[in-house]
Nanobody, 123 residues
Framework: QVQLVESGGGLVQAGASLRLTCAASTQTFTRYAIGWFRQAPGKEREFVADISWSGGSIDLADSVKGRFTISRDNARNMVYLQMNSLKPEDTAVYYC????????????????WGQGTQVTVSS
């Protein structure tokens, strides 16, 4: 079992940066791949990025490539989403999610979710 808590959201202007943190409560953090998703008002939840248990495999949505990076610190049970050059269209509630799976992971595999953190980017 794992519990996830996101933090680091806020209101920023376009072009600014934010770092989101996903803190996991579990003694087996390295069992889990961690993903970031977002949901804007009136839209479906969409995949943003994910990282394998070791950090050796990373995937990013095309819309954030070159601007966002994902990393993890297994000693601290943390996953980070560094968001640079933010745009108004990045405005959404950002969720982290976990799945205990090795190998190829699909967004639909994620089965444990945090409560989300709001990111608002003004123009």
């Amino acid at each position: 079992q794992v519990q996830l808590v996101e933090s680091g959201g806020g209101l920023v202007q376009a072009g600014a940066s934010l770092r989101l943190t996903c803190a996991a409560s579990t003694q087996t953090f390295t069992r889990y791949a961690i993903g970031w998703f977002r949901q804007a008002p009136g839209k479906e939840r969409e995949f943003v990025a994910d990282i394998s248990w070791s950090g050796g495999s990373i995937d990013l949505a095309d819309s954030v490539k070159g601007r966002f990076t994902i990393s993890r610190d297994n000693a601290r049970n943390m996953v980070y989403l560094q968001m640079n050059s933010l745009k108004p269209e990045d405005t959404a509630v950002y969720y982290c999610a976990a799945v205990a799976k090795i190998g190829r992971i699909f967004p639909s595999d994620y089965d444990t979710w945090g409560q989300g953190t709001q990111v608002t980017v003004s123009s």
